[in-house]
């Protein structure tokens, strides 16, 4: 079986980055895309903070054009996913289905998924008024009244970022007491447009079926409903990273990121490396995770060419 210089586990801008870097440094790049190619992006409509395209671009079309730069240059693509990983020797081992594929080094740019409320309007509602990016989709909800769901530091700083744009922001939340930072709960409730609607859960999203116009809320407490007019529902109860693959081989901190050393993208085990929101849960924009795929390609040409691959 020949082996691979690298293959790339998973196709968002960090990936397709790494993928792009490294094909043109001649190291022939196999990439296993998933069977959902472009990662969170293709989830998004318009993309207005990519630098480059200052018209904007639509999230999938964004992805494409990676994906066609990537493949321009030699990358080969697997639009399966990956079944499980053996790196506990070199070569690694990755497997798709039974299918065991072999390389010098991998990359791991598999992602973090949004965590959703799990009812059904919301998908419905997805990308027609719900969200969970406020930095992505924020400037789209000018002067009109928006939500956000959550009591976490991410749920705070969504809502305080919303009131740039929003006319008033309701935080809603299904305890009587928020788990984030004492100084991001007091620049939230400092905020006069933000109101907080406490021991309350969202059992609805609401609209006409093209647009969200409002959210039916339930009190924890007492049982009573009400519904609340909003255009915009941001859902912030956090993320899950995409690294059950790698559990008990990766270092991984307790929400499940992958750990990289320093500044570089380098993991636990030589030869491996990590890029994108996988092991970022700090910035999680397209623009950061594309870069941090650079890094990871950067790293790995290196790393190849001091073993003497």
């Known amino acids: 079986m020949s082996v691979e210089n690298i293959i790339i586990i998973g196709s968002g801008p960090a990936g397709l980055t790494a993928a792009v870097y490294s094909a043109r440094a001649n190291l022939k790049p196999l990439m296993i895309e ?3 190619p472009g990662g969170l992006l293709t989830t998004t409509t318009e993309v207005e903070n990519y630098p480059g395209f200052a018209k904007g671009i639509m999230g999938p079309e964004l992805m494409l054009e990676m994906r066609k730069q990537a493949e321009r240059f030699g990358t080969r693509f697997i639009t399966q996913n990956v079944s499980k990983v053996d790196l506990t020797k ?3 081992k990755v497997y798709v289905g039974e299918k065991e594929h072999q390389a010098h080094v991998v990359i791991v740019s598999t992602g973090a998924s949004s965590k959703m409320l799990g009812i059904p309007s919301e998908k419905s509602y997805w990308a027609k008024g719900v969200s ?3 930095t992505c989709d924020g400037a789209f909800f000018k002067d009109v009244p928006v939500c956000v769901i959550g009591g976490g530091d991410s749920a705070m700083e969504e809502a305080t970022f919303l009131t740039r744009f929003a006319s008033k922001v309701y935080i809603i939340h299904r305890r009587d007491s928020f788990r984030a930072s004492k100084i991001m709960v007091d ?8 109101e907080v609607v406490w021991n309350s859960l969202v059992e609805e999203v609401l609209g006409d079926g093209k647009l969200a116009n409002a959210v039916r809320v339930k009190n924890s407490q007492d ?4 519904e609340i007019p909003v255009e915009g529902v941001f859902v912030a109860i956090g993320h899950q990273p995409n690294t059950d693959l790698f559990k008990g081989a990766l270092d991984m901190d307790e929400s499940g990121y992958l750990v990289t050393k320093g500044q ?3 993991t ?3 030869g491996v490396f990590a ?10 924009q397209a623009i950061t995770a594309a870069g941090s795929g650079c890094k990871a390609a950067i790293d790995a040409e290196r790393w190849l060419e001091a073993q003497g691959h």
């Open 223 to 226: 049982g009573s409903t009400k």
């Open 34 to 36: 998933g069977e959902m």
């Open 264 to 266: 570089s993208s380098a």
């Open 275 to 284: 890029c994108g929101d996988v092991q970022d849960h700090v910035y999680r």
């Open 268 to 270: 636990n085990i030589e």
């Open 132 to 134: 969970t990016c406020a």
């Open 90 to 92: 070199k070569p690694f």
């Open 187 to 194: 620049r939230a409730l400092k905020n006069p447009k933000i």
